[in-house]
């Protein structure tokens, strides 16, 4: 057996192989699984689960650059010219792989929330998470490719670059603090509905799994600055590599944990549209044009605007032709317009539910 396949103090190469696609593939897994669930339930795909697509491709693109990476992991002092320059080159195009990975889990996760809360303030939070885990991402990338002088901006070894471990620092810093704020804000939105305590844990629980994320990013911080000022950098780099593919996988598979079956099915049975029904709370969007082709069918389920309007014709009463006047027959015709989200019928008499009541009423003398 080759000495590369053998862990050793010399080299961590087999159980960063082993770590970085044992994760790939258990992330993959949760996006079949999750894919598999919506087209089960709902049988669409929506703008969540694109953005998901694209944060998996990244992040099984990094793990390859990171494979390879694995494969140099001995001391620096071992490793030639061209062995240093394929470390390098591959430690570039994981850093910038991995941002993109990360901000497209926080986006799809972001677009389920709006999804499933009409409040509007709710929405303007949301919005603000999006916008700075935009730039955050965008900021990032800029940073990491242009952090070493050209023509070679890949060579950290040897060149002159910008303070890195304080930009990984930052990055980190804000990838923890977007994280938070996703584990958070879903307790805000489910904690003042009217429905059972069991139900608000169930919801909150499976969002708060991504607190798994931040704990991986803390020690992933923690190992960074660890080995910042190793002089062998080839070799101690392996810790913080093992943590950067537990945050980016982590995140992934907690995206998907609300499309489990049982959670899924919760949700699409109407349980936090029903609470604002309670509520008298009107919906501030719809599914229509005023939302992107990407909204999701939780969003169709639970923050669809097309509700039946008082002013229509919901409730008529008329008095049946040949009744006399001690002995009043009427007829009662209640039409309620049914939801989108109950039928995916595209008829439009599938959607309303028709039931005539006649009562009669009797004048005593």
Known sequence: ????????????????????????????????????????????????????????????????????QASLNRPVGTLDDSQLQRFQQSAYAAELLYIPSLCFVKLSVALLLRSITPDVHHNRIILAIAITTALWATSSEIAIAFQCHPPNPWRFLGNTCIDR??????????????????????????????????????????FAARILVVVAAVVQLFYVNRTADSQNPTLDFWSAAVCTQVVQSVSLITACIPYLKPFFESLESGMIRSDLRRRGMKFPYGSGSGKSAGSTTLGDSLASSRLAKPSEHSHELRQIPGAGFGNHANSTTITATRDEWDDRSETSQSKIIRQTTTWTVNAEP
Do not use: E
């Open 1 to 68: 057996m080759s000495s590369q396949h053998v862990d050793s103090p010399d080299n961590h190469g087999a159980i960063i192989s082993v770590v970085t696609w044992f994760l790939a593939v258990s992330a993959t897994l949760a996006f079949i699984t999750r894919i598999a669930t919506k087209l089960a339930v709902s049988r669409r795909i929506n703008g969540d689960d694109v953005l998901i697509f694209a944060a998996l491709l990244f992040s099984i693109g990094q793990s390859t650059a990171v494979s390879f």
């Open 165 to 206: 471990l304080a930009l990984w620092n930052v990055i980190g810093v804000f990838n923890i603090l977007t994280d938070m704020a996703l584990v958070f804000l879903p307790f805000a939105i489910v904690w003042r509905l009217q429905v059972s305590m069991k139900r608000k844990v169930v919801v909150g629980g499976c």
